[in-house]
């Protein structure tokens, strides 16, 4: 399975007064790294998005397990958890300057009508993007 590392810059705005990065941040970090594995895998979402279709994140999942500060080299590794046609899981780690993980998560999409939220199924409406990640699945297997 492919994993993308991309590096994220702690930036002072993104932290509290303790120096540490505030929680929703890795939020963020998560959707620069989920872009970046996107776009590693030759997609981007403006294509989506030129067919009126956009993908919401309908849940996510995040565990603390040291704190990153500002100042500190970090990045976010991104990989394809699961996908089954319609629901697309991505997973993360937010990585220390040694590589130690110090949050991880997923997040969950679909994609849907961006005028009416209607869901789809990526398998059908992007048939592209449905093999690339079945054979990232399968890279893994």
Not at 82 to 102: C, F, P, Q
């Amino acid at each position: 399975m492919k994993k993308v590392t991309t590096p994220i810059e702690v930036r002072y705005q993104e932290t509290d007064q303790m120096g540490v990065v505030y929680h929703a941040n890795y939020l963020i970090w998560f959707e620069i790294g989920r872009t970046k594995y996107i776009e590693h895998l030759g997609f981007n979402y403006n294509d989506m998005e030129k067919h009126n279709v956009v993908s919401p994140v309908v849940d996510a999942n995040i565990s603390f397990k040291k704190p990153i500060r500002y100042g500190e080299k970090t990045s976010v590794q991104t990989w394809l958890e699961s996908y089954d046609g319609i629901r697309t899981v991505y997973g993360y780690h937010i990585l220390d300057k040694d590589n130690n993980v110090a949050v991880s998560g997923t997040t969950k999409h679909v994609i849907v009508k961006k005028d009416s939220f209607r869901p789809l199924s990526l398998r059908k409406a992007f048939p592209d993007w449905h093999h690339a990640y079945k054979a990232q699945l399968n890279e893994g297997s």
